[in-house]
C-alpha cells in the first residue's frame, strides 16, 4: 500500500498512458459488435501487423534499435509519418478480413457460432502468417523521443512519450466520436447500428457502412500501434494476443457497442492495473484487470455506461 501512496503520481501518469492504447484498440471492438453484433478476434492482429508497419516505415530512413535518437523536429515527422502509415496498413488489413472473412458468411446468412470460429481463425491466419513472414523474430523499435520527463510538478512529471501519447489518443478519441455523432457516415453507422433492415430501406447501403466500420477500427488501431512501439519498445507476431484481450476487456468493462465506453473502459483498465500492482506485486498486474471486469459485470452487466451505438444520441 506504501508503493500506491508513494508512487501514485507515476502510477497515475503511466496508467492513463497504456489506458490510451487499451481505449484506441478498444474502438476497433466496440464498433463492430456496435453495427453486426460480432467480436472481431481478427482486430488484435490487424494492430500487430500496426506495429510492424511503424517500425518498417522507421526502417526505411535507416533506423534500428540501435540508431542514435534523431532531433525532436526529426522524430516528430517520423512519427507522424509512422502514424500515417500503421494506420492505412492496419485500415486495409481490417477491410480484408471484412471483405474476404466475413462478408460472405453474411451473404449465407450463416449462424453466429460460424461468425465466431471464423474471427478466431482470421486471427491466428494473420498471427501465423506474420510470424512466418517475420521468422518469429522480436523486432526491437529505435528510441524516438526523450525519456526526461518535460513536466514537473510535484511529484507529478511526464515525458514526451507520455504526452505524445495522451495527446493523440484524446485527438483520435474525440475524432471519431465526433465522426460517428456529427456526420452523415456517422449518422449511417448508428443507423446500421439500430436496425440494418430499415437503413437499408431508406437507401443507406450496409455492407460499405460495415466496411466503413472496419476501416475506421483499424485506423485507430494503427494509431494505437505506433504509441505501443514507441512504449514497449519492440514488437513481435504474437504482440496482440494480450494487448488485444485487454482491450476486449475494456470495450466490455465500458459497454460494449459504446465508443465513450470503450474509451472509459482503457482508462480505467490501464490504471487499475497499475494501481494493483503497487499493492500485490507486478505479477498480478493482469489477474487484477480481469478480476475487477468480472466484479463490474457481476452487478452491471451492460458495462458501466451501457448505452449501444445504435441508441446514442445524435
Same mark, same amino acid.
Given at each position: ?198 437503413? *437499408?430501406?431508406? %437507401?443507406? #447501403?450496409?455492407?460499405?457502412? =460495415?466496411?466503413?466500420?472496419? &476501416? /475506421?477500427?483499424? @485506423? !485507430? ?56 500492482? *503497487?499493492?500485490? %506485486?507486478? #505479477?498480478?498486474?493482469?489477474? =487484477?484487470?480481469?478480476?475487477? &471486469? /468480472?466484479?463490474? @459485470? !457481476? ?16
Amino acid at each position: 500500500m506504501n508503493e500506491l501512496i508513494n508512487g501514485f503520481p507515476v502510477l497515475t501518469v503511466t496508467g492513463l498512458t497504456q489506458g490510451a492504447i487499451y481505449a484506441l484498440i478498444a474502438l476497433g471492438y466496440t464498433l463492430v459488435y456496435g453495427v453486426l453484433r460480432l467480436i472481431n478476434f481478427a482486430h488484435s492482429d490487424v494492430f500487430m501487423i500496426g506495429t510492424f508497419g511503424a517500425i518498417w516505415t522507421w526502417s526505411a530512413f535507416g533506423l534500428d534499435a540501435n540508431s542514435p535518437r534523431p532531433s525532436l523536429g526529426e522524430a516528430f515527422g517520423l512519427i507522424v509519418l509512422a502514424i500515417v502509415v500503421a494506420a492505412l496498413l492496419c485500415g486495409f488489413f481490417a477491410m480484408l478480413v471484412e471483405v474476404t472473412a466475413y462478408r460472405p458468411l453474411r451473404a449465407r446468412n450463416a449462424p453466429p457460432l460460424a461468425f465466431l470460429i471464423t474471427a478466431i481463425g482470421a486471427s491466428f491466419v494473420l498471427s501465423e502468417g506474420m510470424g512466418a513472414f517475420t521468422n518469429r523474430r522480436q523486432l526491437g523499435v529505435p528510441a524516438m523521443l526523450p525519456t526526461d520527463p518535460v513536466v514537473s510538478l510535484g511529484g507529478w512529471s511526464l515525458t514526451p512519450l507520455q504526452i505524445s501519447t495522451l495527446a493523440v489518443a484524446v485527438l483520435a478519441m474525440v475524432g471519431l466520436d465526433w465522426f460517428v455523432q456529427r456526420t452523415r457516415f456517422g449518422r449511417g453507422i448508428r443507423a446500421v447500428a439500430q436496425d440494418a433492415n430499415t437503413a *437499408a430501406l431508406m %437507401g443507406v #447501403n450496409k455492407n460499405r457502412v =460495415i466496411l466503413l466500420v472496419f &476501416l /475506421i477500427g483499424g @485506423l !485507430m488501431a494503427g494509431v494505437a500501434a505506433v504509441m505501443s512501439d514507441m512504449k514497449a519498445a519492440s514488437t513481435r507476431f504474437n504482440v496482440g494476443f494480450l494487448i488485444g484481450l485487454k482491450a476486449f476487456a475494456a470495450a466490455v468493462l465500458g459497454g460494449i457497442g459504446n465508443l465513450r465506453g470503450a474509451a472509459l473502459g482503457g482508462i480505467l483498465l490501464g490504471l487499475v492495473e497499475n494501481y494493483g500492482s *503497487a499493492v500485490f %506485486g507486478t #505479477n498480478f498486474r493482469d489477474f =487484477i484487470g480481469f478480476l475487477v &471486469l /468480472i466484479l463490474l @459485470l !457481476m452487478f452491471r452487466p451492460t458495462g458501466l455506461l451501457g448505452e449501444s451505438l445504435g441508441r446514442a444520441r445524435a
